[in-house]
Nanobody, 120 residues
Framework: QVQLEESGGGSVQAGGSLRLSCAASGSIFRVNTMGWYRQAPEKERELVADITSSGSPNYADSVKGRFTISRDNAKKTVYLQMNSLQPEDTGVYYC??????????????WGKGTLVTVSS
């Protein structure tokens, strides 16, 4: 079993910053790509950013230059630093982690989500 513990959501005014964290634990041989998705009210879940095991990041166009994704492989943790937040960034943010098990099979796990609310 693998557990993902997310933290760092909250309410902030436009222009503010938040930092999200997601730590993976459990039966993990290796962690592959880690990422953050978000879902705004009445919208589909979308990729915000992800990062490979070697540290290569990928960002949605809407967050480039404002958000930074990083990871600590020793802690099996991924971070999302969000600066210059705007009301359109409001939504539930979900962590997604690719875990390689002892059979060398990659299984993707989702966190339960953390709410980010940005007011104007």
């Amino acid at each position: 079993q693998v557990q993902l513990e997310e933290s760092g959501g909250g309410s902030v005014q436009a222009g503010g910053s938040l930092r999200l964290s997601c730590a993976a634990s459990g039966s993990i041989f290796r962690v592959n790509t880690m990422g953050w998705y978000r879902q705004a009210p009445e919208k589909e879940r979308e990729l915000v950013a992800d990062i490979t095991s070697s540290g290569s990041p990928n960002y949605a166009d809407s967050v480039k230059g404002r958000f930074t994704i990083s990871r600590d492989n020793a802690k099996k943790t991924v971070y999302l630093q969000m600066n210059s937040l705007q009301p359109e960034d409001t939504g539930v943010y979900y962590c997604k982690v690719g875990v390689v098990n002892i059979l060398f099979k990659t299984i993707y796990y989702w966190g339960k989500g953390t709410l980010v609310t940005v007011s104007s």
